[in-house]
């Protein structure tokens, strides 16, 4: 939030709703403010404001980038101090990066990279290290995936995670994911697509702009009605390509400043049922498995988005203490290079 300007409670309440369940619907700001006792051309305006001030960042579908085909890790660099900067703006000009962080630990440079079907994805990170000077190069693909879910409780103040995606295509809610034990081993098998669900997903990734009927253009662009448009979405998420609709917040313009990766020692015996356990937090909004390696140990990822470091604290120890996992560390960002989203099936901007 700029410092000219404080978020009111309605501007919380209309960030509450979109992050969780923007209606797909003709005239979805008048649904909106319909919602939270408001009017169209005021929910409208302060969607507007809320985005030229970076607090949302965009709103469309969020796709699930590994059923699209693509391929995609996380990746942990080391460089000296004083070519971090470089090599970091260096590693955003590609196109598949879409966070990129400085964090205290061992390895002090940490990013997500999507690649096309037809491109290796070890190739082009290895590339990528030798060509800015990486002392040590780590590629972390997620081996289990626990949860995503990034939602925050913008009237509280705290994480709101509480319904997300998980591997078997279900919500979850508090100990519901104890009557689901297993994880569906084929959660990242590749969707069979045509060329028409690909003219969808490059219509649907789009910002969603603030206007009275703003799926009117996407609608005609495809040749169809608005309700077709919708209709594919609905079937989009039962093939679990799309994860849904909403808005994505920039966590520190929301309020959100502390951002700690926390990485935790996992026996492997124990890596579901802790997994799973670590996901119930409403804190947590990315919970993964990831390899290890000589000089990392490190087993289970867990993103904890908080208003200051003591709650991340805080909700690290509530975890330490559920799970009996107390081997563990909470890397902080200290800077971040990039964020945004990955945009699927635009061929021209992987190829400049």
Not at 64 to 81: E, I, M
Not at 121 to 130: F, G, H, K, P
Not at 195 to 220: C, H, N, S
Not at 233 to 246: G, L, N, T
Request: aromatic share 12%; glycine share 4%; charged share 30%.
């Amino acid at each position: 939030m700029t410092a000219t300007t404080q978020p009111d409670l309605l501007d919380r309440e209309i960030l509450n709703l979109i992050q969780s369940d923007f209606p797909l619907d003709p005239a979805p700001y008048k649904r909106i403010a319909e919602t939270v006792d408001s009017t169209e051309s005021e929910v409208m305006r302060r969607i507007e404001r809320l985005k030229k001030e970076n607090v949302i960042r965009q709103v469309s579908a969020i796709f699930d980038t590994r059923r699209l085909g693509y391929k995609t890790t996380l990746v942990a660099f080391k460089y000296p101090d004083d070519i971090l900067d470089e090599a970091a703006q260096r590693i955003n000009k590609h196109p598949g990066v879409s966070h990129n962080y400085a964090r205290n630990g061992h390895f002090n440079l940490w990013f997500t990279i999507a690649v096309p079907p037809y491109e290796d994805i070890d190739s082009v990170v290895n590339e990528m290290a030798e060509e800015t000077g990486a002392i040590a190069a780590r590629i972390m693909p997620t081996i289990r995936f626990f949860k995503i879910g990034v939602n925050f409780d913008m009237i509280k103040q705290e994480g709101a995670a509480y319904e997300y995606f998980s591997p078997d295509g279900y919500g979850r809610t508090g100990s519901a994911v104890e009557k689901k034990p297993e994880l569906n081993e084929n959660w990242n098998r590749t969707e069979d697509l045509s060329k028409r669900d690909i003219e969808f997903i490059r219509e649907l990734q789009e910002d969603l702009p603030v206007t009275p009927y703003p799926f009117d253009d996407m609608a005609q662009k495809l040749g169809i009605s608005v309700g077709e448009l919708f209709e594919w979405a609905k079937i989009a998420v039962d093939r679990q390509i799309m994860r849904r609709y909403s808005a994505v917040l920039y966590h520190r313009k929301a309020g959100f400043h502390a951002n700690a990766m926390a990485v935790w020692h996992v026996p492997e015996e124990k890596a579901v049922e802790v997994g799973l356990k670590m996901a119930e937090s409403p804190w947590v909004s990315h919970c993964y498995q990831r390899p290890t390696f000589p000089d990392w140990k490190y087993t289970h990822f867990t993103m904890i988005h908080a208003t200051n470091q003591q709650t991340c604290e805080e909700v690290a120890t509530e975890i330490a203490n559920y799970t009996g996992i107390d081997d563990y560390l909470l890397l902080y960002s200290t800077r971040e290079y990039k964020k945004t989203r990955v945009r699927y099936f635009v061929e021209e901007e992987y190829a400049g």
